[in-house]
T-cell receptor, first 111, second 113 residues
């Protein structure tokens, strides 16, 4: 069973702090990794994708990938209350067609 | 663009009834995905199509579920007969070409009594 594991949280951080979200995956054949944000009652929205080891930065978001450890993380700098949502980690080994999602980590950013 | 369109947005039905969920992907997208999301199981891929052809339906829970994509702009997910354990939010998503970015529709909240 190919799985993506996340801590369900909730993770609570004060406004302005760094939020760190973590994820592990079991399929060593996975080549593509994604972070989706899902607000309560809304649909998932892609915020970051990463394909090679190392860091990838986009604004306040940094995705980190370590294939040897089968570990993916998302850092959110200067967290804002509007970042409060569930963050879904996902992986794919088929060019994005068959994407496996983790259960999600709930993040609360306190004003 | 209007994004991925799903209908109905909410559906309440009784056990044993047929349920049909509809999806219109983003124009020009050639891959379409059906997902189901529950608190217990998270977001699960049910089936995906590429160029209107079903590629992988291994996520379809059982024979009561079926999906079709008769053309590039329309897909249906049918549950017959429906059961209370089918209650969930059903999402449709689409993507273009080799892009791995999937765009999700607003979802259909299904409640089977």
């Amino acid at each position: 069973q190919k799985e993506v594991e996340q801590n369900s949280g909730p993770l609570s951080v004060p406004e302005g702090a760094i939020a760190s979200l973590n994820c592990t995956y079991s399929d060593r054949g996975s080549q593509s990794f994604f972070w989706y944000r899902q607000y309560s009652g809304k649909s998932p929205e892609l915020i970051m994708s990463i394909y090679s080891n190392g860091d990838k930065e986009d604004g306040r978001f940094t995705a980190q990938l370590n294939k040897a450890s089968q570990y993916v993380s998302l850092l959110i700098r200067d967290s804002q209350p509007s970042d409060s949502a569930t963050y879904l980690c996902a992986s794919s080994n088929t060019g994005g067609f068959k994407t496996i999602f983790g259960a999600g980590t709930r993040l609360f950013v306190k004003a | 663009d209007a994004g991925v369109i799903q209908s109905p947005r909410h559906e309440v039905t009784e056990m044993g009834q047929e349920v049909t969920l509809r999806c219109k992907p983003i124009s020009g997208h050639n891959s379409l995905f059906w997902y189901r999301q529950t608190m217990m199981r998270g977001l699960e891929l049910l089936i995906y199509f590429n160029n209107n052809v079903p590629i992988d339906d291994s996520g379809m829970p059982e024979d009561r579920f079926s999906a079709k994509m008769p053309n590039a702009s329309f897909s249906t997910l049918k549950i017959q007969p429906s059961e209370p354990r089918d209650s969930a939010v059903y999402f449709c998503a689409s993507s273009f070409g080799t892009s791995e970015t999937q765009y999700f529709g607003p979802g259909t909240r299904l409640l089977v009594l």
